[in-house]
Structure formats: structure tokens, C-alpha cells
């Protein structure tokens, strides 16, 4: 919870309808096999609530990627500060630096 706090504490937007409703689809990263051994030491609940405020509170219609892949980095990083390891939760997933790679490739073509 304090971990939590810290992290958004101070940093509000109003968060509903479409914005909310991306930012809780994707943090449902924080539930994959690859967290769950931080749900023995962190909230799973919190861990949630903590991605989806920094959607939220991010410039997310630039970039939604951005602020989901640094919420789920500061996490894998305090679980493992926290001597808990961590799967590689970045494979497959739009964090996965050839995935935001293309993306940026194919972004910079359309424009």
C-alpha cells in the first residue's frame, strides 16, 4: 500500500468512461503469471489501482503504452527490490521493446 501511495499520491484526473476503461483492460497486466509472485507481498488490488492512475494521469493519447509499461516496470522493479522474482512480463506484450519498436516504425509511416 505504501509503494502505492507514493506513486500516485498528489497526481489526480478525472478518470471514466473510455479512459477508464482502456486503462483497466490493460493493466489486467498486473494480474499474469508474471506478477503473481508479488501478490504475496504486494496488494494485487493496489497493483491494479496503481497502473490504471498512471494512465490516467499520463498524456495518454499520445503514447498509452507509455505510461502502462513504466507502471509495470516500477513494479517488476520494487518486486524484485523487494526479493521477489519477477517472469519476464514484458515478452508478447506491447512493453516488449520489439513490439513498441514496430510500433513506433509503422507510426511514423501513417504520418
Known sequence: KQWYQRRVRGRKRECRGELRETAERLCE????????????????K?????????ICIADWRRDVYLPLCNSLSELANT????GVKVGSWQCGTPCDAKVLYRTKIEETIVV
Open 29 to 44: 497486466m498486473t494480474s499474469s503469471s508474471s506478477f503473481l509472485p508479488c501478490h504475496q507481498i504486494l496488494d494485487r
Open 46 to 54: 493496489a497493483m491494479f489501482q496503481q497502473c490504471v492512475e498512471e
Open 79 to 82: 518486486c524484485t527490490q523487494l
